[in-house]
C-alpha cells in the first residue's frame, strides 16, 4: 500500500485539522517520522488505522481528543503501481453527550 494523503482532526494531540501529502515526502523515496515525545508520530499512524478499520492499533477507546466532540479522518492511498487505483476512506466520530463515549457516525 502506497500513502498518498491523510487528513486528521480531533485524533489524539491532534486538534486542528493536519494533512499529510505523501506524495511529496515519498518523492525522493523513503522518508521517515521524527518528533519528540509526544509530538504525535504514532497519531499519524493511528490515522491511517482508524480511516481503514474503524479503530485504532493500540485498541485504546481514548482515541478522541478530550477537547472535541467530533473526530474526522481520510486517507487516500495506492494499492498497485502496475495499474494505477487510487482508494478514499472517510470516517467521521462522535462523542455521546450522556455516556461521553466515542461512536462511529459516517463511514
Same mark, same amino acid.
Given at each position: 500500500?502506497?500513502?498518498?494523503?491523510?487528513?486528521?482532526?480531533? !485524533?489524539?494531540?491532534?486538534?486542528?485539522?493536519?494533512?499529510?501529502?505523501? #506524495?511529496? !515526502?515519498?518523492?525522493?523515496?523513503?522518508?521517515?517520522?521524527?518528533?519528540?515525545?509526544?509530538?504525535?508520530?504514532?497519531?499519524? !499512524?493511528?490515522?491511517?488505522?482508524?480511516?481503514?478499520?474503524?479503530?485504532?492499533? &493500540?485498541?485504546?477507546?481514548?482515541?478522541?481528543?478530550?477537547?472535541?466532540?467530533?473526530?474526522?479522518?481520510?486517507?487516500?492511498?495506492?494499492?498497485?503501481?502496475?495499474?494505477?487505483?487510487?482508494? &478514499?476512506?472517510?470516517?467521521?466520530?462522535?462523542?455521546?453527550? #450522556?455516556?461521553?463515549?466515542?461512536?462511529? #457516525?459516517?463511514?
Amino acid at each position: 500500500m502506497r500513502p498518498i494523503n491523510l487528513k486528521i482532526k480531533g !485524533l489524539n494531540s491532534f486538534v486542528e485539522a493536519q494533512e499529510i501529502d505523501f #506524495k511529496k !515526502l515519498t518523492s525522493k523515496g523513503i522518508f521517515g517520522i521524527f518528533g519528540s515525545t509526544g509530538s504525535g508520530k504514532s497519531t499519524v !499512524l493511528d490515522g491511517i488505522t482508524l480511516a481503514l478499520y474503524g479503530e485504532v492499533a &493500540r485498541k485504546s477507546s481514548n482515541f478522541m481528543n478530550v477537547n472535541c466532540n467530533s473526530l474526522n479522518v481520510s486517507y487516500e492511498f495506492q494499492i498497485s503501481e502496475k495499474k494505477i487505483k487510487t482508494y &478514499r476512506v472517510e470516517r467521521e466520530f462522535r462523542r455521546e453527550n #450522556k455516556t461521553g463515549k466515542v461512536r462511529s #457516525k459516517s463511514a
